[in-house]
């Protein structure tokens, strides 16, 4: 593959003097993107990851018999020069594809064809791919949960759940959904209450296999009068595998207000509740080979703070995420980028 840069790596004017040490909390795009922009312009910067890798909500789901879901976010648009840049070299690269499925919408049985409004994204074999390749070259420490902050001298010190994690910081930064932005944000109560008066939507997200087609005619849609409100299909999409020939996988998401009525039913529930909206939905009586259910209890910020980011000098804590300025793949990349540009021009 050729080698691969982003419009992150020259976003910030050359500067000389000291950098602060700057810990980032959470590997979606926004943290990434902060990371990125930070790290090329000289900074030493660490990122911790709760989970396996980069990517956040815009996950990819690898089930047993090698089949993939994007059960997350499903694609996304590029309005911003900028972001648009970022689209087009992960393009290049083979990171992303425009993704030219029939999107329609659903109801009761009736589907009808969208017009195409804009071009629609996703990420190239799954949609994280482009995070994690902006990840690469970043000091990202997997698996590591940070708890909470606490103050040693001027700087930062971070808590696991294992203790205290190696390093100090000048500057920390919480990239992740607003709920969880709020307990590492003591240390700047200013900004917790911020973080705090974000509500965010959930999403009970159904990844369903079928041994033959669906005959929709549709690749995805927007549904109608039920607990659902998307379905798509993975085949429809660009760069994914074919595993067993024949077979459709399809992500079913719920509806906000039917997720939450269902938030702590157990996943094998909600799964049959879901299978059962798709037959009621689509007319057609699908038994699936497989359902799988997963929780995203933070989907959407509804609505999204006006601020692109927070930041509190006195302190050094700040966070961005999709929550601030604009909801979303493209919001949450532009707030990291907001931010970086903040604290680069202090
Ligand atoms: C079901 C669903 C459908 C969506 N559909 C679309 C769509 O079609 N188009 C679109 O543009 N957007 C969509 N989105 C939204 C999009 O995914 C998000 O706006 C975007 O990915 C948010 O990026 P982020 O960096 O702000 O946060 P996230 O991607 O949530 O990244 C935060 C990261 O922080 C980590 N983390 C959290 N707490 C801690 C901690 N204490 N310690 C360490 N790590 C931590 C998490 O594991 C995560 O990796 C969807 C989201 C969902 C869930």
């Excluded at 992150?8 to 990371?35: F, H, N």
């Excluded at 017009?115 to 990202?140: I, S």
């Excluded at 709020?182 to 240390?187: E, I, R, S």
Aim: aromatic share 8%.
């Amino acid at each position: 593959m050729a080698s691969f840069t982003s419009p992150l790596d020259t976003l910030l004017p050359k500067r000389s003097g000291p950098r602060p040490r700057v810990a980032v909390i959470g590997a979606g795009i926004s943290g990434v993107a902060l990371a990125r922009a930070l790290h090329s312009a000289g900074y030493p910067v660490q990122v911790f990851e709760k989970s396996r890798g980069a990517g956040g909500r815009m996950a990819t789901r690898r089930t047993e018999d090698g089949g993939a879901f994007d059960h997350g976010a499903q694609y996304f648009t590029a309005r911003d020069a900028l972001f648009q840049e970022q689209v087009r070299r992960w393009m290049d690269a083979g990171l992303a594809a425009e993704w030219n499925g029939v999107i329609g919408t659903l109801e009761h049985g009736r589907v009808t064809r969208s017009e195409r409004e804009h071009t629609r994204y996703v990420g190239v074999p799954g949609m994280g791919a482009g995070v994690k390749q902006l990840a690469e070259e970043l000091a990202l420490h997997r698996e590591v949960r940070v708890e909470r902050l606490e103050r040693e001298g001027p700087a930062w010190r971070l808590f696991a759940e294992s203790g205290p994690v190696p390093g100090v910081f000048d500057v920390v930064v919480a990239a992740v959904p607003a709920p969880q932005a709020v307990p590492l944000l003591a240390g700047a109560p200013g900004l917790a209450a911020r973080a705090g008066s974000v509500r965010m939507q959930p999403c009970l997200a159904v990844m369903a296999r079928f041994a033959s087609s669906v005959e929709l005619e549709v690749d995805a849609a927007f549904v109608h009068g039920s607990p659902l409100s998307w379905i798509a299909r993975e085949e429809g999409k660009p760069g994914r595998r074919t595993v067993h020939p024949g077979e459709e996988r399809w992500v079913l998401h719920g509806s906000p207000e039917a997720s939450r009525e269902a938030l702590e039913d157990a996943p094998e529930q909600v799964a049959t509740r879901w299978v059962e909206a798709f037959a009621a939905a689509t007319g057609r009586d699908m038994r699936p080979v497989e359902a799988v259910a997963h929780r995203w209890r933070y989907a959407l910020p509804a609505p999204a703070r006006e601020e692109s980011f927070l930041f509190d000098a006195a302190s050094g804590l700040g966070a961005c995420g999709d929550w601030c300025g604009g909801p979303r793949v493209e919001g949450a990349f532009l707030s990291g980028v907001a931010l970086a540009r903040h604290l680069h021009s202090r």
